[in-house]
């Protein structure tokens, strides 16, 4: 498959960096095409743990990366990022990493706008993400290019800093750290448009990564408690400059169960000790904030939506294992509101706000299935909960997680 898009199905946090590690060793780029340091995938490698904001997690492949002009970036952040990778060098990320020069910069002053009441109440992470966006859309942003005219760029961030208040020692030490990052990723940048199509053309494999889900999408989720940008398949074409023609093959990922982070709707939340300990078994706090997810049982509705929206090919399950020692396990397959059953998504807050799930109850399969690695290895009642997934959303599971490690998947 020359081109394949890798997108959450849920709200985020379904373990998409140990997806596209995986499949990264067989492509030729890896493409983050939208969102910023509210990223915070995750990558286990031979027990240790990294954890990646900005940098495609394909990079610990030694393959080519492309950070899109979907993206909104802290130069300074991405800087840091690129010394801290453990066992990848700086050098080596130099040679592995290309930047759009079309793509957004965050800017202290941005993560300054970033604390309002509405924020916390959306949940953000405070990295000045939504704020770079709005200046995106009001056309007053600033592009990666600027880098190339670091003396102009520093004074400009100098006097916006000023403006929207900044500490001022603060705004002085990050300009420093910039002065002298600027010139090495203004080497990076580049037509990513042009890049990712040049590829393309000459049969290289690609793979197309998002941050969040396909329900923080700006469009598509469950607004207003969503992100900045397009999180489905359609940002991972405007956000690569990759045409919708030419991407060949859509895997969703999703979750055994359910999480989200922040306010907002989750039908099928649990609030009780069965919910903690799914939070505790599946370490679920946030890889950038630290923050504690809220959880609830797999909502089925939602992931055959997503599915449709996308035009998911295939799915990878995440996390089966967190599901082993449960008596009994739920699965939202429809909700009711007003008397009345539907297997659609509201797209209306206030039906969906007021709606309750319908759940089907299976028997929990009671075995441990960490680290298995084929499919035939699975608990029969294991099985039969993936093939239940696969006959609801008609879509094929083709791996399956048993584990954070690279090498705890099954494929089929």
Same mark, same amino acid.
């Given at each position: 498959?020359?081109?394949?898009?890798?997108?959450?199905?849920?709200?985020?946090?379904?373990?998409?960096?140990?997806? *596209?590690?995986?499949?990264? @060793?067989?492509?030729?780029?890896?493409?983050?095409?939208?969102?910023?340091?509210? #990223?915070?995938?995750?990558?286990?490698?031979?027990?240790?743990?990294?954890?990646?904001?900005?940098?495609? =997690?394909?990079?610990?492949?030694? +393959? &080519?990366?492309?950070?899109?002009?979907?993206?909104?970036?802290?130069?300074?952040? /991405?800087?840091?990022? #690129?010394?801290?990778?453990?066992?990848?060098?700086?050098?080596?990320?130099?040679?592995? *990493?290309?930047?759009?020069?079309?793509?957004?910069?965050?800017?202290?002053?941005?993560?300054?706008?970033?604390?309002?009441? /509405?924020?916390?109440?959306?949940?953000?992470?405070?990295?000045?993400?939504?704020?770079?966006?709005?200046?995106?859309? &009001?056309?007053?942003?600033?592009?990666?290019?600027?880098?190339?005219?670091?003396?102009?760029?520093? +004074?400009?961030?100098?006097?916006?800093?000023?403006?929207?208040?900044? $500490?001022?020692?603060?705004?002085?030490?990050?300009?420093?750290?910039?002065?002298?990052?600027?010139?090495?990723?203004? @080497?990076?940048?580049?037509?990513?448009?042009?890049?990712?199509?040049?590829?393309?053309? #000459?049969?290289?494999?690609?793979?197309?990564?998002?941050?969040?889900?396909?329900?923080? @999408?700006? @469009?598509?989720?469950?607004?207003?408690?969503?992100? =900045?940008?397009?999180?489905?398949?359609?940002?991972?074409?405007?956000?690569?400059?990759?045409?919708? =023609? +030419?991407?060949?093959?859509?895997?969703?990922?999703?979750?055994?169960?359910?999480?989200?982070?922040?306010?907002?709707?989750?039908?099928?939340?649990?609030?009780?000790?069965?919910?903690?300990?799914?939070?505790?078994?599946?370490?679920?706090?946030?890889?950038?904030?630290?923050?504690?997810?809220?959880?609830?049982?797999?909502?089925? *509705?939602?992931?055959?939506?997503?599915?449709?929206?996308?035009?998911?090919?295939?799915?990878?399950?995440?996390?089966?294992?967190?599901?082993?020692?449960? $008596?009994?396990?739920?699965? #939202?397959?429809?909700?009711?509101?007003?008397?009345?059953?539907?297997?659609?998504?509201?797209? $209306?807050?206030?039906?969906?706000?007021? =709606? +309750?799930?319908?759940?089907?109850?299976?028997?929990?399969?009671?075995?441990?299935?960490?680290?298995?690695?084929?499919?035939?290895?699975?608990?029969? &009642?294991?099985?039969?909960?993936?093939?239940?997934?696969?006959?609801?959303?008609?879509? &094929?599971?083709?791996?399956?997680?048993?584990?954070?490690?690279?090498?705890?998947?099954?494929?089929?």
């Amino acid at each position: 498959m020359p081109a394949q898009a890798v997108i959450g199905l849920q709200w985020g946090d379904e373990g998409k960096g140990k997806i *596209v590690d995986l499949i990264s @060793d067989h492509a030729d780029m890896v493409v983050r095409y939208q969102g910023g340091q509210n #990223a915070g995938h995750t990558v286990v490698v031979k027990g240790e743990k990294r954890v990646f904001h900005l940098l495609p =997690s394909g990079i610990l492949q030694d +393959k &080519k990366c492309l950070l899109g002009n979907g993206m909104v970036i802290d130069p300074v952040g /991405l800087w840091e990022e #690129a010394n801290s990778i453990k066992g990848v060098t700086l050098d080596q990320v130099a040679e592995r *990493v290309m930047i759009s020069d079309r793509a957004q910069m965050i800017f202290p002053y941005h993560k300054k706008r970033d604390v309002s009441e /509405l924020s916390k109440k959306i949940g953000t992470t405070g990295r000045g993400i939504g704020p770079c966006y709005v200046d995106k859309v &009001k056309r007053t942003g600033l592009l990666m290019q600027e880098l190339r005219h670091l003396d102009i760029l520093i +004074k400009r961030v100098r006097e916006l800093c000023a403006t929207e208040g900044c $500490d001022t020692e603060t705004t002085s030490e990050y300009l420093k750290t910039l002065a002298v990052c600027g010139p090495w990723l203004a @080497d990076r940048l580049v037509n990513g448009a042009y890049e990712i199509n040049q590829a393309y053309d #000459a049969g290289q494999t690609l793979i197309l990564e998002g941050a969040q889900g396909t329900w923080l @999408d700006i @469009d598509h989720g469950t607004y207003p408690f969503v992100t =900045s940008s397009n999180t489905t398949i359609g940002g991972a074409c405007t956000g690569s400059g990759l045409p919708a =023609s +030419k991407v060949d093959h859509v895997l969703g990922i999703v979750k055994a169960y359910t999480t989200r982070v922040g306010e907002g709707v989750l039908p099928t939340e649990l609030r009780d000790q069965t919910g903690e300990y799914l939070r505790k078994r599946g370490n679920e706090f946030g890889a950038t904030t630290g923050r504690p997810r809220r959880v609830g049982w797999l909502d089925l *509705v939602v992931v055959k939506q997503a599915a449709i929206i996308n035009g998911a090919d295939e799915l990878a399950v995440m996390k089966l294992d967190v599901l082993d020692e449960l $008596d009994e396990i739920q699965v #939202a397959v429809a909700y009711e509101f007003d008397g009345k059953q539907t297997d659609i998504f509201p797209s $209306d807050t206030h039906v969906l706000d007021q =709606s +309750k799930p319908v759940y089907r109850t299976f028997t929990g399969w009671k075995a441990n299935t960490i680290g298995l690695q084929k499919y035939e290895e699975l608990p029969v &009642k294991a099985q039969e909960y993936l093939q239940f997934m696969e006959s609801f959303t008609g879509v &094929k599971v083709r791996f399956i997680s048993t584990g954070p490690g690279r090498e705890e998947t099954i494929e089929r």
